[in-house]
Every structure is written in C-alpha cells, then in structure tokens.
C-alpha cells in the first residue's frame, strides 16, 4: 500500500491540471514547484491525459512499476537537463 500514496490524489491531479489549462503563464512556475517537490508528470501521448507521481526516494523502475499499476501501457522515460518526464498510453487509450 505504502507505493499507492507515490500517486497524487486525484483531486490534486485536478488541481494541477487545471492550473496549466486555465492560465498558461502558471506553466513556468508550476514546473518550479513540481521540481521543487521531486513530482514527475507523466503524459499520455495520445490523448495528453496526465497523472503526477512523486519520485522522492523512488527509483526510475519503481516509479514505472506504480504507473504501470494503474494500467498505463508503453511507459518509457523522457530525460534532459531541463525535462524529467515519463510518457505512455493513459489506461483509456490502452485498451
């Protein structure tokens, strides 16, 4: 169970996406917080659905076991100095 709460609730998820869509300036500042507190997004590059997991003192096969569970297909791993965020098929476009 202790992996289950690696996952935001999801009225935060609600929260942080709609920061994003409802004003496009928050997007720099919300990616400061999301750093500032070791939360890796994760996009469905399908549909751009997003989920948010905490990555502190996870590791990367950790973190892609958790998304996995919650049925997410295809997850891999994007990675750059300024981007750390993993992509795949949401649960809906997995099917």
Known sequence: MDSLRIVLNEQTNDIIKN???????????LLEVLNQFNIIPCECTNCKEKIYVSGENQSIS??????????WKDVYLFSDKDLFSFYGLCSKCSR
Do not use: S, Y
């Open 62 to 71: 950790g973190l892609l076991e958790i998304i996995n569970m919650f049925h």
């Open 19 to 29: 920061l994003t869509i409802e004003n496009k300036q928050l997007k720099k500042e």
